[in-house]
């Protein structure tokens, strides 16, 4: 019933409580254990306001439902003032279901929303700890056969080889860099939502 549009679920929700407000008149008050149960059948559609439609949703379908038990309940008065407070106390939870169960619609589709945005960063993350790792696994040699240069100033033909190796791993730097610039450029970041 999640991919329903709104007015089939505004439907649905009416005529639920057109039902249950039918059982609940009819229901006689010297059942009192009927009337709890028919009474009950209200959470479905607050549930479903709540969930279809979020807080709002939540709000208006336990609000309608409370003015539409308001005056069943005047009737319990006349006939027990303890059923009559039961019946209060009903509303009151009603009207604290409603918002409770559309508030969690609402933090959860937030947190759908976010959360493609978290997968986005996460994978920036990763990138840039294998660019980092690659960088610095080219760094490592460099270093070391500068090192050796300056201890190996004598040497002309070991310092010619440190040389060709420093510019390789240099070269690799410079078009990691590149590679990394032109993506940038031409692959414009997409908003993840």
């Given at each position: 019933?999640?991919?329903?549009?709104?007015?089939?679920?505004?439907?649905?929700?009416?005529?639920?409580?057109?039902?249950?407000?039918?059982?609940?008149?009819?229901?006689?008050?010297?059942?009192?254990?009927?009337?709890?149960?028919?009474?009950?059948?209200?959470?479905?559609?607050?549930?479903?306001?709540?969930?279809?439609?979020?807080?709002?949703?939540?709000?208006?379908?336990?609000?309608?439902?409370?003015?539409i038990?308001?005056?069943?309940?005047?009737?319990?008065?006349?006939?027990?003032?303890?059923?009559?407070?039961?019946?209060?106390?009903?509303?009151?939870?009603?009207?604290?279901?409603?918002?409770?169960?559309?508030?969690?619609?609402?933090?959860?589709?937030?947190?759908?929303?976010?959360?493609p945005?978290?997968?986005?960063?996460?994978?920036?993350?990763?990138?840039?700890?294998?660019?980092?790792?690659?960088?610095?696994?080219?760094?490592?040699?460099?270093?070391?056969?500068?090192?050796?240069?300056?201890?190996?100033?004598?040497?002309?033909?070991?310092?010619?080889?440190?040389?060709?190796?420093?510019?390789?791993?240099?070269?690799?730097?410079?078009k990691?860099?590149?590679?990394?610039?032109?993506?940038?450029?031409?692959?414009?970041?997409?908003?993840?939502?």
């Open positions: 019933m999640g991919s329903l549009h709104k007015k089939t679920k505004v439907r649905v929700i009416l005529v639920v409580t057109a039902m249950v407000t039918l059982l609940y008149y009819l229901t006689p008050l010297r059942l009192p254990l009927l009337q709890e149960l028919v009474t009950r059948f209200f959470y479905i559609p607050i549930i479903l306001g709540g969930l279809w439609f979020g807080l709002w949703g939540g709000v208006r379908v336990s609000l309608f439902l409370t003015l038990c308001i005056p069943h309940a005047f009737m319990a008065f006349r006939y027990d003032q303890a059923l009559f407070y039961d019946e209060l106390l009903e509303l009151l939870l009603f009207n604290l279901i409603g918002p409770v169960v559309g508030a969690l619609r609402d933090r959860e589709s937030r947190q759908r929303a976010f959360n945005k978290l997968q986005a960063l996460a994978a920036i993350g990763e990138t840039v700890s294998l660019v980092a790792h690659e960088i610095k696994n080219m760094m490592i040699p460099i270093r070391r056969f500068l090192r050796r240069i300056r201890e190996n100033q004598n040497s002309g033909a070991k310092v010619a080889s440190y040389l060709e190796i420093v510019e390789q791993e240099s070269a690799k730097l410079e990691m860099v590149k590679d990394m610039l032109s993506f940038a450029r031409f692959a414009p970041m997409q908003s993840p939502c």
